[in-house]
């Protein structure tokens, strides 16, 4: 009689435990909820990438295009992601190279032409500081001072001194050295020197070296009158180059669609001052498919030249501004800009990451393919570090959070499984009821995902619950 009357009273406990919201005789509370919590470990800097991926240029092994950023397992601590059109490169802390997608022409570097549909290493690099991506070749810098290139040599754009054609595998470009910033265009490319020059070798036919002709370079090139330059950018056809610390920026090559900021149409071979920016303190620029922007300290974009798609960040106009345009207010929080052809996207100092202008492959990140003349949020990445834009892909470095670890809910009530969730960084799903009429097994009986699952922090934790009979329990 006794061992029957302790079992009616365990099992009156444990209703009034799934009524009270605990069960069995667990004390509810935050604080309790948060001790059954694993915590997960901090996974390093990653790769994230949205957009276009017909040549698997955003590395995560498929070919499949999307609207929203995934991380894709690069490796340890990336400090650098560029874009090339087609290929992507990431530099990492331990100073190699690693690279991903269209490789017919050698810009992987993995001495193949072979795509890659995920991270390769680069053969034969070490100690890389920074890397660059042109259309169909690749930079890297290294910490010292000398530039490495590989990919498409048909334009000269690697620096070897000929003009070679397809170079599979990184070699130095010759005579450069002290460089200690890089930037590839499309077919040129442009080193910035320690003591403030800048030099730049391939494709000329628009002015694109800056040393006052046209005639293409397979080795370095001095560029005419720029000193005390910062920074350097190049786009498609033309390039910048920010001076004196951010007091003044300078422009040259083709300047069809007044990408130069002149106020002109012309080209120019030689660098030309961007007009009417006023007392504006440059801290960053960037050049995509004959367009340009600026970056100033107070978090204001400026930008001009081609804005079919929006990428200056404001409604395109009917005729292509050849003079800055202030598209962004001051107090946006932006703290770096990078373009791609016909998009544009944006750091925060808070680590979120925003885009603009054309959406055909989802390089906005929003979850849509719709072009935005504005900024945009990138639905749900955090702590990146810098962006970096493709042709129709974006890329950013951040530190991915840590996954959230399915706790056990084995016994609890309803709304006991919900604060323990919530504690984890999880929500309750969906919740399936079923009557206990022995009262054995009240509270959560199974669950989905398992206990002890990695999953993505928010995501939802289905239930099944057992219940007490309407009648009570016996």
Known sequence: MKVLRSRRLAALAACAALVFGVAGTAAAGPALA?????????????????????????????TTSRSRYADIGAGNNVVQVA??????????????????????????????????????????????TQVAGGCVHSLALRSDGTVWAWGDNT???????????????????????????????????????????VWAWGYNSAGELGNGSTATSTVPVKITGLSQVTAIAAGWDSAVAIVAGGASVWAWGGNDAGQLGDGTTASHSIPVRVTQLGTVHITGAAVGLKYAAILSADGSVWAWGADNNGQL????????????????????????????????????????????????????????????????????????????????????????????????????????????????????????????????????TSQDPPAGTAVRPGSAVSVTIGQAPPAGCP
Request: overall charge negative.
């Open 34 to 62: 948060q001790a059954r919590v694993t915590a997960a470990v901090a996974p390093p800097p990653d790769v994230a990438s949205w957009g276009a991926n017909g040549f698997g240029q955003l590395g995560d092994g498929t």
């Open 83 to 128: 874009a090339g059109w087609g290929h992507s490169l990431e530099a990492r802390s331990d100073g190699t190279v690693w690279a991903w997608g269209r490789n017919d022409l050698g810009e992987v570097g993995d001495g193949t032409t072979t795509n890659r549909l995920a991270p390769v290493q680069v053969t034969g690099l070490t100690g890389v």
């Open 155 to 197: 334009l000269g754009e690697l620096g070897r001194g000929a003009v070679t054609g397809v170079e599979a595998t990184a070699a130095p470009v010759s005579g450069l050295a002290g460089v200690t910033k890089i930037s590839a265009g499309c077919g040129f490319s442009l080193a910035l020197r320690s003591d403030g020059t």
């Open 313 to 444: 960040g404001n409604a395109p106009a009917a005729t292509p501004p050849t003079r800055p345009v202030h598209t962004i207010a001051a107090g946006s929080g932006i703290t770096q800009i990078a373009a791609g052809p016909d998009h544009m996207v944006a750091l925060k100092s808070g680590g979120t990451v925003l885009a603009w202008g054309d959406n055909s492959f989802g390089e906005l990140g929003n979850g849509t393919t719709t072009s935005v003349t504005g900024p945009v949020q990138v639905t749900g990445l955090t702590g990146a570090t810098q962006v970096a834009a493709g042709i129709r892909a974006s890329f950013a470095v951040h530190v991915p959070q840590p996954p959230a670890i399915v706790p056990d809910l084995t016994g609890d009530a309803q709304a006991r499984a919900a604060q323990v969730l919530q504690a984890a960084g999880l929500v309750l799903g969906a919740v399936t009821t079923v009557t206990d009429k022995y009262c054995d097994h009240l509270g959560v």
